[in-house]
């Protein structure tokens, strides 16, 4: 199942105050970081930002974005990103659980897409690397990942269900 988000709007501050102009967002979609993470398709996501905080982390040598891979939560990836009526947008695809040898990433994929097909737009939020003054982010360093979330730090970034893009 391939979706389209609305993941990180211009110049709107998030809950934290912080922002990122569209200038920084769009030189990101211009970085070879960005392709990489397009083209090996390591722009991860998971339910919610769980395994992503560095006090839940079991040892300094394991880097707070190796966590999610550890607790084998991996839900999809984003294959795409673009700019589009002021907001970072992303194609997420969820993996296909016919591939995938963990029961419990099954059950996760299978607990997304579920609640998808019932017409629920998941609200996401997206795990960040940057360059800050003060609030506003001066470059984007790099976009690991994109979680689903009730509690995203921007109003209005979740998946958009209604869009003839999706391929559901």
């Not at 947008?89 to 969820?94: A, H, P, R, S």
Request: proline content about 3%.
């Amino acid at each position: 199942m391939r979706i389209l988000a609305k993941i990180i709007p211009a110049d709107v501050r998030a809950t934290d105050g912080s922002f990122f102009p569209r200038q920084v967002l769009l030189n990101y979609l211009n970085s070879p970081q960005y392709e990489y993470r397009k083209k090996s398709k390591t722009c991860l996501g998971a339910v919610t930002h769980a395994y992503r905080d560095k006090d839940l982390t079991r040892s300094r040598v394991i880097a707070v974005i190796d966590e999610i891979l550890l607790n084998r939560i991996i839900t999809h990836f984003v294959d795409e990103m673009f700019f589009e009526d002021n907001w970072l947008m992303g194609y997420i695809q969820l993996l296909d659980f016919n591939k995938i040898g963990d029961e419990e990433a099954v059950r996760w994929i299978r607990y997304i897409e579920g609640l998808l097909r019932n017409g629920i737009e998941l609200p996401v939020s997206a795990f960040v690397a940057g360059k800050w003054d003060g609030d506003a982010c001066v470059q984007i360093i790099d976009i690991a990942g994109v979680d689903f979330t009730l509690d995203p730090g921007f109003k209005g970034a979740s998946v958009i269900l209604n869009d003839r893009r999706n391929q559901m």
